[in-house]
Nanobody, 120 residues
Framework: QVQLVESGGGLVQAGGSLRLSCAAS????????MGWYRQAPGKQRELVAG???????NYADSVKGRFTISRDNAKNTVYLQMNSLKPEDTAVYYC??????????????WGQGTQVTVSS
């Protein structure tokens, strides 16, 4: 079993910054792709940013130039640095990891979600 624990959400004014962290633990052989998704009230969950094990990244158009995803493979941790936040960034942010377990099974795991609220 694998657990993802997120931290770093909160309330911030427009133009401010937050840094989200997501640490994976459990029966892990290695973690392949990692990513951050978000879901605003009444909307579908959407991909915000993704990163491969080798460090290749991709971003939603709405966050390009403002958000940066990174990871520390030694710590099984992924980060999301969010700058120049806008009220429309308000959502619950979820961490996702594609994990190869110690038994060599591959599965996607999700964090519990962390609330990000940007006030205008």
């Amino acid at each position: 079993q694998v657990q993802l624990v997120e931290s770093g959400g909160g309330l911030v004014q427009a133009g401010g910054s937050l840094r989200l962290s997501c640490a994976a633990s459990g029966s892990i052989f290695l973690i392949n792709a990692m990513g951050w998704y978000r879901q605003a009230p009444g909307k579908q969950r959407e991909l915000v940013a993704g990163i491969t094990r080798g460090g290749n990244t991709n971003y939603a158009d709405s966050v390009k130039g403002r958000f940066t995803i990174s990871r520390d493979n030694a710590k099984n941790t992924v980060y999301l640095q969010m700058n120049s936040l806008k009220p429309e960034d308000t959502a619950v942010y979820y961490c996702n990891s594609h994990v190869t377990s110690a038994h060599l099974d591959q599965m996607d795991y999700w964090g519990q979600g962390t609330q990000v609220t940007v006030s205008s």
